[in-house]
């Protein structure tokens, strides 16, 4: 596994936040716009349980290097 090539998922059963290490540029837009989920300085560093699925969707969404994307989960 290559360390700089890296891809996490994260969810909080209703959306699943996708973050690639290769194309984060730091602009720090997560962390800005959630801070109560985009927490740098922990580990795990993405806690959506921390927010609503809107909020987490329209913080994505200002990524702008396209590190972070989403996807919703399937409800069976």
């Given at each position: 596994?290559?360390?700089?090539?890296?891809?996490?998922?994260?969810?909080?059963?209703e959306?699943?936040?996708?973050?690639?290490?290769?194309?984060c540029k730091?602009?720090?837009?997560?962390?800005?716009?959630s801070?109560?989920?985009?927490?740098?300085?922990?580990?795990?560093?993405?806690?959506?349980?921390?927010?609503?699925t809107?909020?987490i969707?329209?913080?994505?969404?200002?990524?702008?290097?396209?590190a972070?994307?989403?996807?919703?989960?399937?409800?069976?």
């Open positions: 596994m290559d360390a700089k090539d890296l891809t996490k998922e994260y969810s909080n059963g959306v699943t936040i996708v973050w690639k290490n290769s194309l730091h602009a720090a837009e997560c962390v800005k716009n801070p109560d989920v985009f927490k740098p300085k922990e580990k795990p560093w993405i806690n959506p349980e921390n927010s609503t809107e909020n969707i329209e913080t994505v969404k200002k990524c702008p290097s396209g972070l994307t989403y996807y919703m989960n399937k409800n069976d």
